[in-house]
């Protein structure tokens, strides 16, 4: 089956990790309903380089690549976000999400939830120096971490606060190194005429490095683009089900 409409058919779902996961007010499809330590034990074997179709499924100009520069850029997307991450190791000495932040002169907030919104709403990074991080996300996550099964899976590693400020901080990077980092100056031609063009930049990129820098700073052994499923499913476990079947088809892995 073609992933592109498989993606159309479960849009409603997710847009993506800490960011718009849009709840529908229309009639969606539904989906078998699945226990989260079973996804998530099937999610976290997957390969950061196997994430890419979805990654770019939330790309809006995803129509106009083909497989061979999807692979080349989450290549070069996941290495740019491992080396910004060791730079700021090295240059901070330390990995820890808050201490980052306070370094950078990043003023980090913790509100329940977004103002006016209709979406829910894990974090988000507003320029310059600016992060939300959105508790009542967060306070799920932990409430579902208290569980056995799930805790086992993603391991003592995981804090979900920490990597979604990692996570945010990455942006706030890719802003300040925007003249020389990887996901800021490649960029794709949608057209050309004489000595017009235009150039666009590729937002699915500063995704995949994002995810990558975060991995690293929090030394997950896994994908932080797991934490899709895993922090929609208290919200909806029928949403997250479906997301993971989304993911599951474009790795081409049965469900």
């Avoid at 078998?32 to 994430?51: C, G, H, N, Q, S």
């Amino acid at each position: 089956m073609d992933w592109q409409y498989i993606r159309q058919k479960l849009r409603p779902i997710a847009d993506g990790l800490f960011g718009k996961q849009r709840i529908s007010r229309y009639e969606k499809p539904h989906y078998k309903v699945r226990e989260l330590d079973y996804m998530l034990a099937k999610l976290v074997k997957i390969p950061a380089l196997e994430w890419r179709n979805y990654a770019f499924s939330r790309e809006i100009l995803n129509g106009k690549f083909n497989d061979s520069q999807r692979l080349e850029w989450a290549r070069k997307s996941i290495e740019c976000g491992t080396l910004y991450a060791n730079k700021l190791i090295q240059e901070y000495n330390t990995s820890d999400s808050d201490e980052l932040a306070r370094a950078l002169g990043l003023k980090v907030s913790y509100p329940q939830y977004p103002e006016k919104t209709d979406r829910v709403l894990f974090a988000d990074f507003v320029m310059p120096d600016k992060i939300n991080i959105f508790m009542d996300a967060i306070y799920r996550a932990e409430r579902l971490l208290q569980k056995h099964a799930i805790k086992r899976v993603l391991t003592g590693k995981l804090n979900p606060a920490k990597l979604i400020l990692a996570h945010e901080i990455f942006h706030f990077i890719e802003d300040k190194y925007k003249q020389e980092i990887f996901t800021k100056t490649e960029k794709i031609r949608l057209w050309s005429l004489g000595f017009l063009h235009n150039d666009s930049g590729i937002y699915a990129l500063g995704e995949i490095a994002a995810m990558s820098f975060a991995e690293k700073l929090c030394d997950l052994p896994y994908s932080p683009y797991v934490m899709d499923v895993f922090l929609v499913y208290d919200y909806s476990p029928e949403d997250a089900s479906g997301l993971y079947e989304e993911i599951m088809t474009l790795t081409g892995l049965e469900p």
